[in-house]
């Protein structure tokens, strides 16, 4: 079900799986003179934005680049910022999740995230286990090879046990040891800042997404530049190594609503 489309967007046509690269908090907070800081907590704002009007538009899963495993490298200060930043935005998120069917769930490494913001994943978690709309999914302490370790080291571990036949191992095995296996295929690879590099961020899962990058940096992201980059995504003929638009691909992603 899809409400009060953009102009220009093809209910038909919508990424089922739309994943966002958020990036320029620094840049956009540096442009006013500010601190850092300012921006991400601006770029909280724009991910309400997103969240809702993907809710809205037909999106059924969302993943969103909120900290990468690199990220830690940050100094201490800014990285406490943006924890804090974390847990503020949990503790407000849940009316907005509630009001547009929302679950949200964390692939990552949230175990290395400090107990007050894993608390209040479980409880957000939790309190929206039954919406089925939509799945936010936020990649917190997030590192695309980590995760394809991860899931090496448990299909190892069934090999070792004697449950599983290496020369059974096929791509839907691996798939189905990511983080969320639920999540599938990425459709469309969103990244704000004008940058063109995917910086750790689902390298299993997007490898025949769409690539849009645009230079409106993340707290500046409304509804407006949203709906142009998904215009953007359905401008794009996606082949899947056919040699016809449309082609099935068996690379499959969350349907559109
Ligand atoms: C993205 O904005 C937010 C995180 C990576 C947590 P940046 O903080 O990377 O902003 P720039 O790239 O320095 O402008
Ligand atoms: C990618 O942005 C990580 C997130 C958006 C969370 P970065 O700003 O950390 O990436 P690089 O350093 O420009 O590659
Ligand atoms: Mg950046």
Request: proline share 6%; aromatic share 6%; with cysteine.
């Amino acid at each position: 079900m899809t409400a009060d489309l953009p102009h220009g967007l093809d209910p038909a046509r919508m990424p089922g799986h739309v994943a966002v690269i958020m990036d320029g908090n620094g840049r956009w907070a540096k442009g006013k003179g500010w601190e850092r800081i300012n921006g991400h907590k601006r770029g909280a704002e724009a991910v309400r934005t997103v969240t809702t009007c993907s809710a809205r538009w037909g999106v059924r899963r969302l993943t969103l680049y909120a900290f990468s495993t690199e990220n830690w490298q940050r100094p201490a200060l800014e990285v406490e910022g943006l924890m804090r930043l974390l847990a503020d935005y949990l503790d407000h998120e849940l009316p907005t999740l509630m009001d547009n069917g929302v679950r949200l769930t964390v692939i990552g490494q949230p175990e290395r995230l400090p107990e007050r913001v894993r608390e209040r994943l479980r409880r957000v978690m939790d309190a929206t286990a039954g919406n089925a709309r939509m799945t936010l999914a936020l990649a917190l302490s997030y590192g695309g090879r980590e995760e394809i370790a991860g899931a090496c080291r448990r299909i190892a571990a069934q090999v070792a046990a004697g449950s599983l036949d290496p020369a059974a191992i096929t791509p839907e095995t691996v798939a189905a040891h990511l983080d969320d296996p639920a999540g599938g295929e990425v459709d469309c690879v969103i990244r704000t800042a004008g940058e063109h590099r995917l910086s750790n961020f689902l390298p299993w899962q997007a490898i025949y997404a769409e690539y849009v990058t645009t230079p409106v940096l993340w707290p500046d992201m409304d509804e407006a530049a949203y709906a142009a980059c998904l215009r953007e995504f359905q401008r794009r003929e996606r082949r899947f190594g056919g040699v016809e638009a449309g082609g099935t691909s068996r690379f499959r992603s969350p349907s559109p609503a």
